[in-house]
């Protein structure tokens, strides 16, 4: 039996809430709690999506696992401290231990098709964040090499798009080298790690931050809220694809009349429950294991 959406946490210790993420600080080390809420347009819906958190989570575990890049994890049980103030076990499944790492405050972005700001960008100007790309692309076009196009990491709002050269002038040269480097590994191993799964990986958006003086890999990696995953077998270049992310909620509200400057409408259950098993049928195609709701 699926458990109802977790849409907020409480906990005795100081908070800092994402529009997904509720992230407490232990001391020494963070907790990062993924609830079920879902954003679209830098809108946090109304109700969630069950099990969303839970998914994301097990899907993050399994790529810092898989990818042999150093990172954030410690553990994903809950610790004493916080298991005291949780005694239905709410958050089972659904957190990490990690360690407190300095963020470094751009997104590192990699796109390896042409789709959502690029493919606007591109009509408009024939470039994705100033690279210039050959004429006549479709919607969707596979790229001639993966893109590193940074952008500015917001606390609220929506992060903005900015060149290579902006990043490099704000964190310094050699940072950003090695930033655009481990991203595009990190995104080229997960782009053939869920080939053979039978998954496009569009895009995707990395946080790396600093940790004993070392660039570890942080937040989440290569999850449906933070990439486009596709199915290979019904990729088609010029149009929009079916996903497993959560463009399939965007495009529902771009159906309404909603204006996305208001707060924004009830997503109807049958979008909430198409919107759950899009993320189930990821992690399960990703990882090969079969999602059991705790």
Same mark, same amino acid.
């Given at each position: 039996?699926?458990?109802?959406?977790?849409? #907020?946490?409480?906990?005795?210790?100081?908070?800092?809430? &994402?529009?997904?993420?509720?992230?407490?600080?232990?001391?020494?080390? /963070?907790?990062?709690?993924?609830?079920? *809420?879902?954003?679209?347009?830098? $809108?946090?819906?109304?109700?969630?999506?069950?099990?969303?958190?839970?998914? /994301?989570?097990?899907?993050?575990?399994?790529?810092?696992?898989?990818?042999?890049?150093?990172?954030?994890?410690?553990?994903?049980?809950?610790?004493?401290?916080?298991?005291?103030?949780?005694?239905?076990?709410?958050?089972?499944? *659904?957190?990490?231990?990690?360690?407190? %790492?300095?963020?470094?405050?751009?997104?590192?972005?990699? *796109?390896?098709? /042409?789709?959502?700001?690029? $493919?606007?960008?591109?009509?408009?100007? &024939?470039?994705?964040?100033?690279? #210039?790309?050959?004429?006549?692309?479709?919607?969707?076009?596979?790229?001639?090499?993966?893109?590193?196009?940074?952008?500015?990491?917001?606390?609220? &709002?929506?992060?903005?798009?900015?060149?290579?050269?902006?990043?490099?002038? %704000?964190?310094?040269?050699?940072?950003?080298?090695?930033?655009?480097?481990?991203?595009?590994?990190?995104?080229?191993?997960?782009?053939?790690?869920?080939?053979?799964?039978?998954?496009?990986?569009?895009?995707?958006?990395?946080?790396?931050? $600093? $940790?004993?003086?070392?660039?570890?890999?942080?937040?989440?990696?290569?999850?449906?809220?933070?990439?486009?995953?596709?199915?290979?077998?019904?990729?088609?270049?010029?149009?929009?694809?079916?996903?497993?992310?959560?463009?399939?909620?965007?495009?529902?509200?771009?159906?309404?009349?909603?204006?996305?400057?208001?707060?924004?409408?009830?997503?109807?259950?049958?979008?909430?429950?198409?919107?759950? @098993? *899009?993320?189930?049928?990821?992690?399960?195609?990703?990882?090969?294991? @079969?999602?059991? @709701?705790?």
């Amino acid at each position: 039996m699926t458990r109802p959406p977790l849409l #907020e946490t409480h906990l005795p210790f100081p908070r800092r809430q &994402g529009k997904v993420r509720d992230v407490y600080d232990l001391g020494d080390r /963070l907790f990062i709690v993924s609830t079920d *809420r879902i954003s679209a347009f830098d $809108w946090v819906m109304p109700n969630g999506i069950p099990d969303k958190g839970a998914l /994301l989570t097990k899907l993050s575990m399994h790529w810092f696992k898989e990818l042999g890049v150093e990172n954030h994890l410690i553990d994903d049980l809950v610790p004493p401290e916080v298991s005291a103030h949780d005694p239905d076990g709410d958050l089972v499944g *659904r957190c990490m231990v990690v360690r407190k %790492a300095t963020v470094i405050p751009f997104e590192c972005v990699v *796109r390896g098709y /042409l789709e959502g700001s690029g $493919w606007k960008d591109y009509q408009a100007t &024939g470039r994705v964040c100033g690279i #210039e790309l050959p004429k006549n692309m479709q919607q969707c076009d596979v790229l001639p090499m993966p893109f590193f196009t940074p952008a500015t990491k917001a606390e609220s &709002g929506h992060d903005e798009n900015v060149s290579f050269e902006v990043m490099s002038k %704000a964190i310094g040269q050699e940072l950003a080298n090695d930033l655009k480097e481990k991203t595009l590994q990190v995104y080229n191993r997960g782009v053939a790690l869920a080939k053979k799964r039978g998954i496009i990986i569009a895009d995707t958006k990395l946080e790396w931050g $600093w $940790w004993e003086g070392r660039v570890i890999l942080i937040d989440e990696v290569l999850t449906p809220d933070s990439s486009r995953f596709w199915p290979a077998d019904q990729w088609k270049p010029g149009r929009s694809q079916n996903s497993f992310d959560k463009q399939f909620v965007r495009e529902y509200l771009m159906g309404t009349d909603w204006d996305k400057n208001s707060p924004p409408p009830v997503l109807p259950e049958s979008i909430v429950e198409q919107t759950r @098993s *899009r993320y189930v049928e990821a992690y399960e195609r990703i990882t090969g294991c @079969s999602y059991v @709701s705790s």
